[in-house]
């Protein structure tokens, strides 16, 4: 099946510095990935949807000047936590669709652990 | 309101037990309907999904689910668990990658 990366798998850093977080589709091309955030015992929460040459679309609460997504490539698509917080410690995870279809499989990376101290 | 809840967040079962985890959905349209399972490192792979058609649907690793459009259900079920099964299992509802997920359900299984 199609793999999808994620990289670092985990990271410390400190509050106000800035984070970059790669999502990479290995063996298929995603024009529109997405980037879900989850609290420890909970569920995953979908944040945007990265466009491939275009802007992000943001879910309703959520901060874009806060969480820069980047979809450089039909293969890529970076997530920035900017001046990161002890809040915004998470497990953020991507996922890139499979086909076009409303139904197709998204296959989800491994998730990048994020604390901020 | 577009939600997924899973009313059991934890789950222990003996090997070799039958397993029932429970999903209930409220969604505006007609749901496509997931089961995800996430295990420690890995990402989350897709046990089974329901869009149309039989509302008994297979996956892999021996699950399978049924879609009740009255009950708005949407439960996992696997006739004998494996050890290998102790994992997190999510149920999701959505369409085009956006994805609305229940809470989670945690299965552990005992020897």
């Known amino acids: 099946g199609a793999v999808v990366s994620q990289h670092p798998s985990r990271v410390i850093c400190k509050s106000g510095t800035s984070v970059k977080i790669e999502c990479r589709s290995l063996?298929?091309?995603?024009?529109?990935m997405f980037w879900y955030r989850q609290f420890p015992k909970q569920s995953l929460m979908l944040m945007a949807t990265s466009n491939e040459g275009s802007k992000a679309t943001y879910e309703q609460g959520v901060e874009k000047d806060k969480f820069l997504i980047n979809h450089a490539s039909l293969t890529l698509s970076t997530l920035t936590v900017t001046s990161a917080h002890p809040e915004d410690s998470s497990f953020y995870i991507c996922?890139?669709?499979?086909?076009?279809?409303?139904?197709?499989?998204?296959?989800f990376g491994p998730g990048t652990r994020l604390t901020v101290t | 309101a577009q939600s997924v809840t899973q009313p059991d967040i934890h789950i222990t079962v003996s090997e070799g037990a039958s397993l029932e985890l429970r999903c209930n959905y409220s969604y505006g349209a007609t749901p496509y309907l997931f089961w995800y399972v996430q295990s420690p490192g890995q990402g989350l792979q897709l046990l089974l999904k329901y869009f149309s058609g039989d509302t008994l649907v297979q996956g892999i690793k021996g699950f399978e689910a049924e879609f009740k459009r009255s009950q708005s259900s949407f439960n996992l079920r696997k006739p004998s668990v494996h050890w290998s099964d102790a994992a997190e299992y999510f149920c999701a509802v959505g369409a085009n990658g956006k994805l609305i997920f229940g809470q989670g359900t945690t299965l552990q299984v005992k020897p």
């Open positions: 996922s890139a669709p499979g086909g076009s279809g409303p139904s197709d499989e998204q296959y």
């Open positions: 063996d298929f091309q995603a024009t529109t």
